[in-house]
């Protein structure tokens, strides 16, 4: 039997409106080579100025992470060439990072809870981008000097399901604090990820892989399982350490595999050291006040549904997995609903009508229109199986809730003598039937509310009918 050990290093791109060391812009779906300048792409006599607003967010996120701030960090250079990275290095932190220790708790599904260590995240600046044709490729600066915080984890996660809660968290929290739109399609938020796996028991690591570049948490799972696979059966063909050397691999998506893409380098590989353009970075004290103010995070949220709305820990988890989620929740609550009815609607019913790409900021049914809906429920304008019509035709057209509930006859009827007329019918054409429930068939019952209900084809307020009908057979 063996552990696995999985550690994480996630880059976040940081959504200011400059790059990291200039004022070029950051936007993302430029012409190409447009957004950049000397600096960015690395011209002699060109020096670096730091963007104070990237500064700002590490510390917000430090904060997020209950992590130490380090009130004075150094930037390095991290000498390597690529084609995407003009300058020849890449300024970074090394030995002293803009945050230190600090922690995600990740959620299970049965309720339990469990601690994975952050290292560590420090400031530096992205490389471009390279497409690869067939007989040439191509490199796009654009992206060269984008802000980047990059969060280490602690090699505390012991499987795929745990290494995915765990970069779900953090995406969700960095959304929450508005540091970055990570969006993994575009590149906003992508990870490393760090396998090696040891005989149960064990407490030795041992050498890991590297799986470089992943941005989709359903590859990312898939990348793991294929390369925890591939190492220990290594480990049990008796060619472990032949196979399982320190290197970076990249994970092919058609054919499910890692393969090699190049020796894993070392520190000194890197040559770091102190960027001689760059002044240590000091953060005052007043700055971690100012900027240590953030949003309410996915758990206290989670907490405060639970204990002021009622909400079961599994339902308050899932609304405030994102921050959109949770504030479509609250839209809905701010017209006067209950928790419990807004979480069914939102969770089970809304959702369950969405297909593939859609969520609640593409709804086609708004938070307040959806609640206006659960409203016409809990005041008994129509049945709950009347409003699920509603909201299918929802789905597809944009009108007022009155106007649909009148179009489709939905409205639920609650004049006692209407029903009254309804059940004196039905109970004179089965007088045997009232025998039998008036002699103990208690079961019969139900037969007179479904009768009523087929008469008034589902328009009678079931809870009038159980009163009245109550009432003829006592």
Same mark, same amino acid.
Request: glycine residues 6%.
């Given at each position: ?35 950049? $300048? ?53 300024? =970074?932190? &090394? ?9 995600? @708790?990740?959620?299970? #599904? ?7 260590? @952050? ?71 992508? $990870? ?9 028991? #064990? ?13 989709? &948490? ?9 390369? @925890? ?90 609304? $405030? ?12 609550? =701010? ?140």
């Amino acid at each position: 039997m063996f552990e696995v050990i999985i550690g994480l290093e996630v880059h976040v791109q940081l959504n200011t409106k400059s790059k990291l060391w200039c004022d070029c812009a950051t936007s993302f779906g430029e012409e190409p080579n447009t957004n950049i $300048c000397p600096t960015c792409i690395g011209l002699p006599g060109a020096l670096p100025v730091l963007n104070k607003e990237a500064v700002h967010k590490a510390i917000q996120l430090g904060t997020a992470l209950n992590a130490k701030i380090n009130k004075k960090s150094i930037f390095n250079r991290k000498n390597y060439f690529y084609p995407d990275l003009p300058t020849g290095y890449q300024i =970074s932190q &090394f030995e002293v990072p803009v945050v230190g220790m600090g922690e995600i @708790v990740i959620d299970f #599904d049965d309720g339990t809870t469990k601690k994975i260590g @952050v290292t560590r995240a420090h400031l530096e600046n992205d490389a471009g981008k390279n497409t690869h044709a067939t007989d040439k490729s191509l490199v796009d600066l654009n992206r060269a000097g984008t802000p980047l915080l990059e969060i280490v984890s602690e090699p505390d996660m012991r499987s795929a399901d745990e290494a995915i809660r765990y970069l779900k968290k953090l995406h969700s929290i960095v959304r929450y604090i508005d540091i970055s739109n990570a969006n993994m399609q575009e590149g906003s938020f992508r $990870c490393d990820v760090n396998v090696s796996i040891r005989p149960k028991g #064990d407490t030795k690591l041992y050498t890991r892989c590297e799986i470089k570049n992943m941005n989709s &948490f359903k590859f990312i799972e898939k990348a793991i399982a294929y390369e @925890v696979q591939r190492q220990i059966e290594a480990w049990e063909d008796g060619v472990y350490e032949q196979e399982v050397v320190q290197e970076t691999r990249l994970f092919d998506v058609n054919s499910g595999q890692t393969r090699s893409m190049r020796g894993k380098e070392d520190a000194a590989d890197y040559r770091y050291f102190p960027d001689p353009d760059l002044l240590p970075l000091i953060i005052t004290d007043d700055m971690i006040e100012k900027y240590s103010q953030i949003p309410e995070l996915p758990d206290a949220k989670k907490k405060r549904f639970v204990e002021q709305y009622g909400l079961k820990e599994y339902d308050a988890s899932v609304i $405030c997995a994102t921050k959109e989620m949770a504030r479509y929740f609250e839209d809905m609550l =701010s017209v006067g609903i209950s928790g419990k009815m807004a979480t069914t609607w939102l969770t089970v019913e809304l959702l369950g009508r969405f297909s593939d790409g859609m969520n609640v900021t593409t709804s086609p049914v708004s938070a307040i229109k959806l609640a206006q809906l659960v409203k016409t429920i809990e005041d008994g304008t129509i049945s709950g199986k009347a409003a699920k019509e509603v909201l299918d035709y929802l789905m597809e057209n944009d009108e007022e809730i009155e106007v649909v509930i009148e179009k489709l006859g939905l409205k639920q009827v609650s004049d006692d003598g209407a029903i009254l007329a309804m059940i004196d019918e039905i109970l004179a054409n089965n007088q045997s039937k009232v025998d039998e429930y008036k002699a103990g068939k208690e079961k019969m019952f139900g037969f007179f509310v479904g009768q009523v209900m087929k008469a008034s084809k589902g328009s009678a307020n079931p809870q009038v009918v159980n009163k009245l009908l109550k009432q003829r057979l006592a």
